[in-house]
């Protein structure tokens, strides 16, 4: 038997040791009802931990909660929120209950290389982690039995610092796993239970570690452990690494340790969905399995292909995982004998007729040996279908058998309580559980009653609020580094709540062009600086450590952002993250994203930010190309040749800035309120809100592809009588 173990908490009185269970589920994080709780607490303390539930109970003051155990306004509002939380865990007659009632023990296997899930957790990258996180989310809310794999990333995330002379530079930041939502999975000797991947030479050890995300479970593998000698630790020590033997390493683990490590906790599943092809050692682990307990080779590549499900995020064939051959026998070779399968068979499933010979490609692999695979717009699902028409070539194009499902975001997580509080007060009325249906057009419809001026001045404050943010992060800035006044100026220290503000924040790498808008500077200066009508940007994003000319286009918007002559107009506030990040997509009025086409699979960060009313100014593909409606944004590069596309793009977008967009925000009635802009807001919202939620997401997936694989077989997982049965203590 297992456990699960955290960190003493004997300085909380009886009367709140509720908060130490809502401290480790992360359903708190998006109820701000719950996070509320912790911030009443001590709002410095919940400040300073960077809003980690864990960390500041750990290091606030006993007499502070005892103060608040005697706060009867205190312990009422705990009382409310503990008991909706433990309603929410143990409900029943869930969506997936109610439409599913014969699949309620068949559970999916979720596994994702990384997870953007709570600031304190940085398990992430950028838009695939948060989709991922967004979708264990969804699953908890509508009671979708899934359970995840994943990293737990020991050297956190890459803090970002950028020098007097725009140039960006890393800065690591140790996990503190011990004072972060995350507990260990502990054997029956009461110590952290530590795995080997099987049939895996030289012989790698990992300790698991488990969040709860509400009633879904993610197990996170943990190579940085004594068991492993230090140069096989590392593996998952940083996400995504740039060295390719150590990049195959950790889909080794991810893969085949994940999969294994199911099967060792007693976990059943029936079905297995790897978000891109990181995880996809995960589809031949469970084959070797299937074999292991009586299955025929056959049979077990059947149910294997069966109930796989393959979501790609990709739109050019360089960006998916390739290995040399020679690479995948020298950590394979002892594993071949276990599949039943000769090398050459499996070493075929990863060939790609592009590729160089003797060349494995993950993505290809999982195209293979899964039955059903998506793209994650209908835009990408149409690239995806000419990337891999070659291995169907009896097929037309359009029946390549590789659909799409559109990405969504968690509502819950990324809209304004404000927002949502305003128009509770106005649809209330009218359909009291209207957030419990947002997936729903009707819902969103209703808030056309919402008075423009209240939502003008919301979103205000809004701005009011990130702007403040960015001063705040000047400040700090100013008196802890002595920050050259270039420099704050360039952070945003000049920022016009009474101006325009476009926001820009992707990672920076090339197809991404977050410099595009520079193109004619002299055209963009007469915008940013027209004296009646002012335009501002603010900008923020990473790029890769390894990614040189992502860094000089980052350091060429920083520089024009030191530049007088642009008036303070141009900001960039550094260190982008999921905290910033929430703060943009609600504050700043207009979305600005321009990539080049096809490149841009689906996004997410202008689906975040047109629930919140901001207004999407972005190039003709992902996701934009269902959410523009002609009455929500602006879109534009729809005619453009291939190629050199980038001043055509620049040009239009100057032009509509010029013609439309910043005359629109500026068209002002009486009463200060840009009515028309409102009108436009109000569309943004109740348009792109139910079509592009993660519960319309996580539907589709359940209708669509879920069902298939579920029905495919009855939940047949073969778990030894031995293994162990996970449980909390």
């Known amino acids: 038997m297992i456990g699960i173990r955290w960190i003493d908490f ?25 996070w509320l709780l912790f911030k009443n607490l001590n709002r410095q303390g919940w400040k300073e931990s960077i809003h980690n539930p864990v960390k500041m109970l750990q290091e606030l003051p006993a007499e502070a909660l005892e103060a608040a155990a005697s706060n009867i306004e205190y312990t009422n509002h705990y009382d409310a929120v503990i008991a909706k939380f433990q309603r929410y865990m143990l409900a029943k007659n869930q969506w997936f209950d109610e439409y599913y009632p014969e699949h309620q023990q068949h559970k999916i296997a979720y596994f994702s290389a990384e997870y953007g899930l709570q600031h ?12 991922a996180g967004d979708h264990l989310k969804e699953c908890s809310d509508i009671g979708i039995p899934l359970v995840a794999i994943g990293f737990m990333y020991s050297d956190g995330y890459l803090h970002q610092r950028i020098r007097n002379d725009g140039w960006q530079e890393d800065v690591e930041e140790k996990l503190d796993r011990d004072n972060a939502p995350v507990k260990r999975v502990l054997g029956r000797d009461g110590t952290q239970l530590i795995l080997q991947v099987p049939f895996i030479a030289p012989q790698i050890h990992f300790a698991l570690w488990r969040v709860d995300i509400g009633r879904v479970i993610l197990y996170l593998i943990d190579t940085e452990i004594e068991q492993n000698p230090p140069h096989l630790r590392n593996i998952s020590s940083r996400l995504y690494s740039s060295v390719n033997e150590m990049r195959l390493l950790q889909e080794v683990v991810l893969g085949i340790g994940g999969t294994h490590a199911l099967k060792s906790l ?45 979501t790609t995020h990709t739109p050019v064939p360089a960006g998916h995982d390739r290995f040399p051959n020679w690479m995948i026998d020298k950590y394979l070779n002892a594993y071949y004998a276990g599949m039943h399968m000769s090398r050459e068979e499996f070493l075929q499933k990863g060939h790609h007729i592009e590729d160089p010979p003797d060349t494995f490609n993950m993505a290809a692999f999982c195209l293979r040996m899964s039955a059903h695979g998506n793209g994650v717009s209908q835009k990408h699902g149409e690239v995806a279908r000419r990337m891999w028409h070659f291995l169907w070539p009896e097929n037309k194009l359009d029946e390549v058998p590789i659909g799409s499902v559109t990405n ?46 209240k939502l003008w001045d919301l979103h205000y404050a809004l701005k009011i609020k990130l702007i403040n943010r960015i001063l705040q992060f000047k400040r700090r800035d100013w008196m802890k580094y002595q920050a050259d006044c270039a420099n704050v100026v360039a952070g945003g220290a000049l920022i016009d ?16 062009r977050a410099d595009l808008i520079f193109q004619d500077l002299d055209r963009l200066k007469k915008i940013l600086n027209n004296p009646w009508k002012p335009v501002q940007i603010i900008f923020a994003g990473k790029a890769h450590p390894a990614d040189d000319e992502g860094k000089r286009i980052l350091q060429r918007i920083y520089q024009y952002a030191q530049q007088p002559e642009f008036g303070g107009r141009i900001a960039f506030v550094e260190d982008y993250g999921e905290q910033i990040a929430k703060y943009l997509v609600q504050g700043v009025d207009v979305w600005m994203n321009n990539p080049v086409p096809p490149l841009e699979a689906s996004g997410t960060s202008g689906m975040k930010a047109a629930v919140n009313g901001v207004l999407n100014f972005s190039i003709a593909d992902g996701w934009w190309i269902e959410g523009y409606n002609g009455k929500n944004g602006w879109i534009f590069g729809r005619d453009h040749a291939n190629g050199d596309r980038n001043w055509e793009d620049a040009s239009e977008m100057y032009s509509l800035l010029e013609n439309e967009i910043v005359p629109l925000y500026y068209d002002t009635g009486l009463d200060g309120i840009p009515h028309k802009w409102v009108a436009m807001m109000k569309e943004s919202i109740k348009s792109n809100a ?16 879920y069902i298939s694989t579920l029905s495919c077989v009855e939940c047949n997982a073969f778990i030894d009588d031995n293994a162990i049965e996970a449980v909390s203590q």
């Open 10 to 34: 004997d300085h909380i009185p009886d009367r709140l040791a509720g908060l130490i269970d809502l401290s480790y589920n992360l359903w708190s994080s998006w109820h701000p009802e719950a």
């Open 408 to 453: 969504g975001v968690h509502i819950p997580t990324w809209i304004n309580p404000r927002l949502v509080s305003l128009i509770n007060r106005y649809i209330s009325p009218i359909c009291p559980d209207w957030f419990e249906h947002h997936d729903k057009e009707y819902v969103w419809a209703l808030i056309d009653q919402v008075p423009d001026a």
């Open 120 to 131: 304190s957790l940085p398990l992430y990258a950028g838009g695939l982690g948060f989709l």
């Open 266 to 310: 007693g976990v059943k599943y029936s079905a297995i969905h790897l978000n891109e092809g990181h995880a996809a050692f995960a589809l031949i682990e469970r084959y070797r399995q299937k074999i292991e307990e009586g299955l025929s080779p056959k049979e077990a590549l059947q149910h294997v292909y069966s109930t796989s499900l393959f």
């Open 497 to 512: 709540p009474n101006t325009l503000t476009i926001g820009f924040a992707r990672r920076f790498s090339t197809y991404k």
């Open 690 to 705: 139910p079509r592009f939620s993660s519960r319309r997401m996580v539907k589709e997936y359940m209708h669509k592809y």
